[in-house]
């Protein structure tokens, strides 16, 4: 029986198929062509504060916070030297540095206890205040001859609304040292360095806001 030169080609299409896909098994299967995914991670708001902080009345949104090329990224920076940056393997945050960080940010306002409404800028809440951060640091550091540990900055301007007034500025930095040889030790001196700066930045936001407030002699609710 004759074979038509097109049932031919189909034939030897098929062969060629099977015999890869045979190839593949032998090593693994199509799932070991697949790059391995990186391991996630997620760092906590902050939910303890000074109990002297006032109660305020007024209603806040935060920024989408400002960051250089090298931070607004889902990747973790590490530096090994002051003026270089790199970025570690097979590990990532479960955001964009700046959208991870603006979340945890406004749960970390909601945990005071001390705030009517508090909103990301994308909410459309009508805000007496905005703040503006910025992340100027958000990295591993192991330097020569220098502790490992965890560097995070973060400047912050608040505004009053509807004047788009600064009302103040301030920067807030905490260095941790990592205790252990793990990378969830470089995490969780990640997570204990970015909780004590958004601390300082809930408080420092209240208690100006709420100075500022009274000055303007908003009546009381």
């Known amino acids: 029986m004759s074979v038509s030169p097109l049932s031919r080609r189909l034939f030897l299409r098929q062969a060629a198929v099977s015999s890869a896909a045979a190839g593949l098994a032998g090593c693994g299967g199509i799932s070991a062509l697949a790059p391995a995914a990186p391991q996630v991670y997620e760092l906590t708001p902050k939910n303890t504060f000074d109990a002297s902080l006032p109660k305020v009345t007024w209603q806040l949104l935060v920024d989408m916070p400002t960051a250089n090329a090298g931070i607004d990224t889902d990747r973790i920076a590490i530096s090994e030297t002051q003026t270089s940056l790199d970025y570690f393997a097979k590990v990532a945050w479960v955001d964009r540095a700046p959208a991870m960080v603006v979340g945890l940010l406004v749960e970390s306002f909601e945990n005071t206890g001390k705030i009517v409404s508090v909103g990301r800028q994308i909410s459309g809440l009508r805000a007496n205040y905005v703040l503006q951060p910025e992340i100027r640091e958000f990295r591993a ?18 505004v009053r609304f509807p004047q788009r007034t600064i009302i103040g500025g301030e920067s807030f930095e905490r260095v941790v040292e990592v205790q252990g040889p793990d990378f969830t030790d470089v995490i969780r001196a990640w997570d204990d360095a970015l909780g004590g700066v958004m601390k300082q930045v809930v408080e420092w936001t209240l208690r100006t806001g709420e100075r500022d407030d009274r000055a303007a002699g908003r009546p009381r609710r």
């Open 141 to 158: 550091e192991r330097w020569q001859g220098q502790p490992y540990r965890v560097r995070v900055r973060i400047g912050a301007k608040l």
